[in-house]
């Protein structure tokens, strides 16, 4: 595939292929040491506190207050605040925040403000009790969306432009990190909290437990803010300046779209339906996890041990499994595998909602599932980054993602009603079933490798 360097404009002429050069395994396990991998550990950890607030820890909490599964998948809609954030990336890529921007760089300036409204979002839903004011916690749980959306577009964008392209896969994994470590203490850190925070002897549902947990969670997106404050601003490119308003929306909102039809004509089509549905097993499934564990009577002790910490652990492991084989034997390959693993990983599932309530069962299927997703993730973001035009890069990314997640999350708002009147076993079968189309696109996005502008990065060769 033809990708266009840093700072230059790309060709519309398809260009001939060359392999990458074969890495040896401790070439490919060094880029783990860079800086620009390192940093993405605590950039990752920012941007993946909310995301579990708003959607799967939320619905642990909303299924212990006592509200029904079927209004929990729609709920879940929340999360195309995150399907839509292309709509403003145009802005985050190109507008400039004073004086922020003055101090701090356009990415860093755009992160920082996006991290002050997560926060602000995430202590409104502390303090209101979801089983009596419900609107007004989905009203903050919004809030929340849309600034953890705008910090990832920002955060993408710094990603991309802090590395070159062989580089990506590794950055991936390394952001995957510092995001699973968060998820780690936004879904077990927060259950563990309001576990401890609970009045012995009172039982049932203690929002006074979960307004202490939340807290502590808005106080923990200090972390990312530092992390903003310390990181180097990518160094800036100098773009021309529009003559008018009409041109200012044509290089901010159309040329982005344009240019990304322009590299790859035909092959778009192949590559935004893969884009669409590659983790649609995964963000179905996960909508009725949590009320999944509350039904079966797993404690949140256990999901916090098991689910929150064991589980994020086994996706480091997948992520940093992915990392290297993308840069050992390509992204192509592993995007197959990923696409593979992640849809059989939820027939376990299917087999766990007929075992009651299993510990040693629970350990084992979710050490599956989030091994299969870390593989699978860490090979998609190289793939998305791959993608992007660096003079686009925080518009195109944000297409990208934001298609990634519009279809799946939309079919999950109808999560519940579908376990109500099918049962959780017939639910988690759908779900592996969704995958089939994704091995179906990876399969022909692979044979369109080498001609022309492909639709995959060509496989590293092996020695």
């Given amino acids: 595939m033809h990708f266009p360097s840093k700072g230059a404009e790309p060709s519309n002429a398809p260009a001939p292929e060359s392999a990458p050069p074969a890495r040896s395994w401790r070439e490919a396990l060094a880029v783990y040491r860079e800086p620009a991998t390192l940093r993405m550990l605590a950039l990752g950890f920012s941007a993946g506190l909310p995301l579990l607030l708003v959607l799967g820890t939320l619905g642990f909490r909303l299924r212990e207050a006592g509200i029904d599964r079927a209004a929990i998948g729609y709920l879940s809609w929340v999360g195309l605040m995150y399907a839509f954030k292309w709509a403003w990336a145009p802005l985050v890529d190109r507008l400039p925040l004073p004086p922020l921007t003055t101090l701090l760089g356009r990415r860093r300036g755009w992160l920082l403000l996006a991290q002050a409204i997560v926060i602000a979002g995430l202590a409104g839903m502390a303090l209101i009790d979801p089983s009596t004011r419900l609107e ?29 392209t062989d580089k990506q896969a590794a950055l991936a994994a390394a952001y995957q990190t510092g995001y699973r470590v968060a998820m780690i203490w936004a879904g077990a850190g927060v259950l563990w909290i309001a576990a401890r925070a609970e009045v012995s002897g009172m039982g049932g549902y203690q929002n006074g437990a979960w307004k202490v947990a939340y807290l502590a969670m808005a106080a923990s997106m200090v972390v990312g803010v530092l992390a903003v404050l310390l990181s180097p601003e990518p160094q800036r490119r100098e773009l021309p300046a529009p003559r008018n308003a009409r041109e200012w929306l044509q290089d901010v909102l159309v040329e982005p779209f344009a240019d990304f039809v322009r590299r790859y004509r035909w092959q778009a089509v192949l590559i935004l339906s893969l884009i669409a549905v590659y983790r649609i097993s995964d963000v179905v499934m996960g909508i009725m996890a949590n009320p999944f564990y509350v039904d079966m009577g797993y404690t949140k002790d256990e999901v916090a041990s098991v689910s929150k910490v064991f589980g994020v652990i086994m996706t480091l492991v997948g992520a940093f499994v992915g990392g290297v084989l993308s840069a050992r034997f390509g992204v192509a390959r592993i995007l197959m595998l990923g696409a593979v693993l992640s849809a059989a990983s939820n027939l376990l599932f299917a087999w766990l909602a007929g075992q009651g309530h299993d510990l040693r069962g629970l350990i084992a299927v979710v050490s599956a599932d989030n091994l299969a997703g870390g593989i699978a993730s860490a090979a998609f973001v190289g793939y998305l980054s791959s ?40 639910f988690f079968n759908a779900t592996a079933a969704l995958g089939l189309p994704v091995v179906v696109l990876v399969a022909l996005a692979l044979r369109s490798t080498g001609k022309g502008h492909s639709a995959l990065p060509d496989p590293a060769p092996t020695r």
């Fill in 136 to 164: 007004p916690l989905v009203w903050c749980a919004l809030v929340v969306a849309f600034g953890s959306a705008t910090q990832d577009i920002a955060l993408d964008a710094y990603r991309i432009e802090s590395a070159a």
């Fill in 387 to 426: 993608l992007t035009n660096v003079n686009y890069s925080a518009t195109q990314y944000a297409l990208f993602s934001s298609m990634m997640l519009l279809l799946p999350k939309y079919i999950a708002g109808y999560s519940g009603e579908f376990v109500d009147h099918f049962g959780y076993a017939a």
